[in-house]
């Protein structure tokens, strides 16, 4: 058993120690741990204490039961035949020396790295450039399905740019998929592009920046297939796989479908399976995985 008094010290001391004791009353901790928990308590105390006071008693082998140590300038601990006693220096304390505490200076070196850290990720964000491209299909077969939808979101210069296109398709949609998607063969009739214009203009919008999605494979198959229909250069931009980047860096979640990933990283995707929020969804999960050294390109 032990039991510690503290006097004059950093809150964060005073936190650290619930930890492992039971706080009576201000500044007295009282727990049952051993022999090498408690040492490495005590140097942590005298690590930390900063300007305060500290003094621990604890249940020993000896004629009293119990020995003590303290940290007070005034005060020395010695050894009576056995018997430990407390002795009241006659002479002046010492002046302790001024400065902070190195929990205080752990703590201001730890908010340095933090403000550091952020403003290089934001340079970082400013002038990385990249674009993230979803589609929306009728089918998963690239052969025999066509895109009903194409959207991109960019970083350039930190800012971000959207483009979003419906395309009008050959074939009727399946029922499952107006459902999943929203997008309806009248919306099509109504709203869709040729899908050789929207290339096009999807190859503009991207320009030279690499290409990032998710399942990147999934997507660029579909867009090289489309680039084939209707008699364009492919796209031969970069692309950058984000699940591959998140399967690296988590190994152990429960699956690797974008929902259970955007709930890893706490983003919200509030409408599933549309081209545009799931682009948007990517883009930030994209951001995430920069700042954290996940993804680089």
């Not at 032990?2 to 006097?7: F, K």
């Not at 194409?150 to 210069?157: D, F, L, Q, S």
């Not at 008699?231 to 980047?245: K, P, T, V, Y």
């Not at 549309?274 to 050294?293: C, F, S, T, V």
Request: net charge positive; glycine share 6%.
């Amino acid at each position: 058993m032990i039991v510690i008094t503290l006097t004059k010290v950093p809150r964060s001391l005073r936190g650290d120690l619930t930890k492992w004791c039971q706080e009576l009353q201000t500044g007295v901790y009282v727990g049952n741990v051993n022999a090498k928990v408690r040492d490495a308590l005590w140097q942590r105390v005298k690590d930390n204490i900063g300007r305060g006071e500290a003094t621990m008693v604890y249940n020993t082998n000896n004629e009293l039961g119990y020995q003590f140590r303290t940290t007070r300038s005034d005060k020395k601990v010695i050894d009576y035949d056995g018997i430990p006693l407390l002795m009241t220096l006659t002479e002046a304390p010492i002046k302790r020396k001024l400065g902070f505490s190195k929990a205080y200076k752990r703590h201001q070196a730890a908010v340095y790295g933090r403000r550091q850290r952020n403003r290089q990720q934001k340079n970082y964000q400013q002038t990385k450039e990249f674009v993230v491209v979803d589609v929306e299909t009728t089918g998963l077969d690239f052969e025999k399905d066509e895109i009903i939808s194409i959207c991109a979101v960019k970083n350039v210069g930190g800012h971000q740019e959207e483009f979003y296109r419906l395309i009008r398709i050959k074939q009727s949609i399946p029922d499952k998929i107006s459902q999943l998607t929203g997008i309806s063969n009248e919306l099509l009739a109504e709203h869709g592009e040729s899908l050789k214009s929207v290339l096009a203009a999807l190859k503009d919008f991207i320009g030279s920046l690499a290409v990032i999605s998710y399942n990147a494979s999934f997507d660029r198959h579909f867009l090289q297939q489309a680039c084939d229909e209707v008699e364009c250069l492919r796209l031969d931009n970069d692309f950058i796989d984000l699940m591959r980047a998140v399967k690296q860096h988590d190994l152990f979640l429960d699956n690797y479908q974008l929902p259970t990933v955007l709930q890893k990283y706490k983003i919200e995707n509030k409408r599933p399976h549309n081209a545009l929020a799931d682009a948007r969804a990517e883009y930030q999960l994209a951001i995430k995985l920069i700042k954290i050294g996940a993804l680089s390109f």
